[in-house]
């Protein structure tokens, strides 16, 4: 929601629709994701540390200790890897 919020006040910045109030409300949702984002990765870390595992690299490779019944039952590395070049595409392109 917060992604959708800012780029929708930020297009409408580049349209010059809105003033300074539009400018603040798009500074305010992206400062927000930002923190929304920085929590989520320290809650990996901290996760990751609690439990004694390194749920980075689950992310990446598919793997997770455990028995089956505690995670994920089929690995999605050919998803996982078409999101992947989406957004390095969609980067490479926007910027």
Do not use: C
Not at 2 to 24: D, V
Not at 33 to 40: F, Y
Not at 41 to 56: D, I, K, M, W
């Amino acid at each position: 929601m917060l992604g959708l919020l800012s780029g929708a006040t930020g297009y409408a910045i580049y349209e010059e629709i809105g003033g300074e109030w539009l400018e603040e409300l798009h500074e305010f949702f992206s400062n927000a994701m930002l923190a929304l984002v920085l929590v989520h990765v320290a809650g990996v870390l901290v996760s990751s540390r609690l439990h004694h595992e390194n749920l980075v690299r689950g992310m990446i490779d598919g793997y997770k200790r455990g028995t089956p019944e505690q995670g994920i039952q089929h690995r999605h590395w050919l998803i996982g890897s078409a999101l992947l070049v989406a957004v390095v595409v969609l980067w490479v392109k926007l910027f």
